[in-house]
C-alpha cells in the first residue's frame, strides 16, 4: 500500500469505530429518549441507526482487504495463532473487566446491570457472557471480534476458491446470509460476507484508493440506495429474507458513499490527528462500553438523564472522549511489559516506535 491509501484506511477505521459507539452510548439506541423517538431522533437514526450499525460491515470489508494483503498463504495454523492473540485475548480481557465492573454496579452500589440481568443461569450462558463461544457476550459490542475471528479463519480456507472462482463464493455467501443458516459457528454472517467481499477486492487488484474514486464508489453507493430505497417500498414486509437481501443493499450502497467520503476528506482536510487516533482505534473499541457505562453514572449524577435536552452533548461527545482517552491510556501501555500490552490491545509497541510511526505521517 502507498502512503494515501494508507492514510484512507486509518481514517476510514477511526470513523467506522466512532460511529459504532454511537450504537452503544449509554443507556442504548433502544432506550426511548431525546435521540431515540425524542426531539433529536434524526440524530439517533443517522449516526447510530444508519451510520453506527452500516460500519460494521464498512470494517468487515476492509478487514477482509487487509488480510488479503497481508498474505493469505500463511498457515491456518498462523493465523489462527496471530489472530487469537491480536483479537481474542484482548477480547476475553476486556470482557472479563466488563463482567467484574457489571458487578461491582451492581452489588456495591446497587443499581442494576442490564447486561448482568440478560444472563442466563447455566453454565454455558456464564461461559457465553465471557467468551461468546456459542452465544452473545455480556458486552454484545465485543461479540463482533467474535465472528471477525472465525470469519477470518473460514476467509483463509477458502483462499483457493477466492482466487479461482471468488463471484461463486461471494454468491453462496449472499445465500447462507440471508437464510441465517450458520449458527453457532457465525452469528452474524454478513461479516463473512463483507470480508470476502474486500478480499476479492485485493486480490482483484481494486484498491481502496481506486474504488474511493466518486466515479466508482459515489456511483455504487446512489445506484444501490436507490435500489434499496425503491425495494424499502415494495418489499413484503414480513418477508424476513427479503429483509435481509434489503438490508445487504442498504450497507452496501451506505457503504460506498462512506468510502467515497472519507477518502474526499482526506484530501480536503488535514489528517495526521485521525492517523494518530487509528493507532488507538482498536484499544478504544475494547474499552468504550465500560468507559462509556462510567462516564453515564458521572453524567446521571451531576446532569440529567436521556429524557434531558442536555443528553444530546453526551451523546455526541462520549465516543470523542472514549478515543482521547484510549490515547492517552496507550502510550501508558507503551512503557508497559510485553504481556501487559498483549493482554490490554493484541499487540506490542515501544514508546519510540510510536513516535515513528506519526512522523510517517507528517
Not at 470482557?95 to 465492573?101: D, Q, R
Not at 481506486?210 to 417500498?233: D, E, N, Q
Request: proline share 4%; with cysteine; aromatic share 10%.
Amino acid at each position: 500500500m502507498n502512503r494515501k491509501e494508507t492514510v484512507q484506511i486509518e481514517v476510514l477505521r477511526v470513523f467506522c469505530i466512532l460511529t459504532m459507539m454511537w450504537v452503544h452510548v449509554s443507556p442504548g439506541l433502544g432506550t426511548p429518549s431525546v435521540i431515540d423517538g425524542g426531539t433529536f431522533d434524526l440524530v439517533g437514526d443517522v449516526l447510530g441507526q444508519t451510520l453506527g450499525r452500516i460500519s460494521v460491515t464498512t470494517l468487515s470489508f476492509v478487514s477482509g482487504y487487509l488480510f488479503w494483503l497481508s498474505g493469505p498463504e500463511k498457515s491456518i495454523w498462523e493465523i489462527f495463532r496471530k489472530r487469537f492473540v491480536r483479537i481474542l485475548l484482548p477480547m476475553l480481557v476486556w470482557s472479563a473487566i466488563f463482567i467484574l465492573m457489571a458487578t461491582v454496579k451492581q452489588v456495591v452500589f446497587e443499581r442494576q446491570s442490564s447486561a448482568l440481568q440478560s444472563i442466563g443461569g447455566t453454565e454455558m450462558d456464564m461461559v457465553n457472557a465471557l467468551t461468546g463461544i456459542t452465544g452473545t457476550t455480556a458486552n454484545e459490542s465485543l461479540f463482533f471480534l467474535r465472528d471477525l475471528f472465525v470469519a477470518t479463519l473460514i476467509l483463509r480456507l477458502a483462499a483457493p476458491l477466492i482466487r479461482v472462482h471468488p463471484a461463486f463464493l461471494i454468491a453462496v455467501a449472499v445465500v447462507i446470509t440471508v437464510l441465517n443458516c450458520t449458527e453457532p459457528i457465525l452469528f452474524r454472517p454478513i461479516i463473512l460476507l463483507f470480508m470476502l467481499i474486500g478480499a476479492t477486492a485485493a486480490q482483484q487488484n481494486l484498491t481502496i484508493t481506486r474504488l474511493s474514486s466518486p466515479g466508482i464508489s459515489l456511483t455504487l453507493g446512489l445506484l444501490f440506495s436507490v435500489i434499496g430505497a425503491f425495494a424499502s417500498s415494495e418489499i413484503v414486509q414480513d418477508s424476513t429474507i427479503a429483509e435481509r437481501a434489503l438490508d445487504i443493499v442498504r450497507r452496501l450502497g451506505v457503504g460506498f458513499i462512506i468510502i467515497t467520503m472519507i477518502s474526499s476528506a482526506t484530501e480536503l482536510f488535514p489528517t495526521e490527528r485521525l492517523v494518530q487516533w487509528g493507532r488507538s482505534s482498536f484499544l478504544a473499541y475494547l474499552i468504550h462500553v465500560p468507559l462509556i457505562g462510567v462516564l453515564w453514572v458521572v453524567w446521571t449524577s451531576l446532569v440529567g438523564d436521556e429524557r434531558q435536552t442536555t443528553y444530546l452533548a453526551f451523546f455526541l461527545a462520549a465516543p470523542f472522549i472514549v478515543f482521547r482517552l484510549a490515547e492517552s491510556f496507550g502510550q501508558i501501555l507503551d512503557r508497559c511489559p510485553h504481556s501487559i500490552q498483549l493482554l490490554a490491545r493484541g499487540r506490542v509497541i515501544r514508546g519510540d516506535e510510536a513516535r515513528d510511526t506519526q512522523e510517517n505521517f507528517r
